[in-house]
């Protein structure tokens, strides 16, 4: 009797301590993709007061955090699309990308893109920031991040997001608070050790 009843207590405390390693793991896994937000945003040609509407470029700040305190992120390029919402219909600003880049944990970094625009109509585009005081575009931010968990580098996971953006009589941003981008869901998580819960099942079978 006191054999069994050692076995069952000793069952117990290893499916307890068990139990809490999964959990621990389990928490340890999960982490939270990158916030990313505008910082600034500015458009010569839009500039009422300078005139220069034969600067085809759009120059954008981004910001990035990794919020993580215990991950590291790997970026892959970070491809960025703009887009002029134009009264009639939404046209294709232009593209750029941020080489790759390692960002530790609890981090933040300032990147910035030179945008080439092509075929956007800004004759009609100062037209409506002079009359509403405002235009708006879209920024779109593409990429995929790897986590650093001590030694350990996770698969890619893909992130695809997006914001609007205010310009004003300036060709700035019209509020000076960034702007963040947002998407799909920002928390990742890497999979439940179910072996250890297997495992304690099957002890548990034996007790």
Not at 20 to 26: I, R, V, Y
Not at 79 to 88: F, T
Request: with cysteine.
């Amino acid at each position: 009797m006191s054999e069994s009843t050692g076995c069952c207590r000793w069952c117990t405390s290893f499916i307890f301590t068990l139990g809490l390693t999964a959990l621990f793991l389990w928490l340890s896994l999960r982490a939270s993709k990158p916030s990313c937000s505008v910082q600034s945003f500015y458009v010569p040609a839009l500039n009422l007061t300078a005139n220069d509407p034969r600067n085809a470029t759009v120059a954008i700040h981004l910001r990035l955090s990794n919020g993580n305190k215990d991950k590291g992120i790997y970026y892959d390029d970070v491809r960025i699309a703009l887009y002029y919402n134009a009264v009639n219909g939404t046209v294709a600003v232009g593209n750029t990308s941020i080489p790759a880049f390692y960002q530790g944990h609890n981090k933040k970094a300032t990147k910035q893109g030179t945008v080439k625009t092509e075929g956007v109509p800004w004759n009609n585009a100062q037209k409506n920031v002079s009359a509403n005081g405002e235009v708006e575009f879209r920024v779109d931010l593409a990429t995929a991040v790897r986590f650093k968990i001590v030694w350990w580098k996770t698969k890619r996971h893909r992130m695809n997001i997006s914001g609007r953006v205010q310009v004003n009589r300036d060709g700035k941003k019209t509020y000076n608070k960034n702007i963040k981008l947002s998407g799909a869901s920002e928390l990742v998580c890497f999979g439940t050790p179910m072996w250890m819960l297997a495992l304690s099942f099957f002890f548990l079978i034996l007790c």
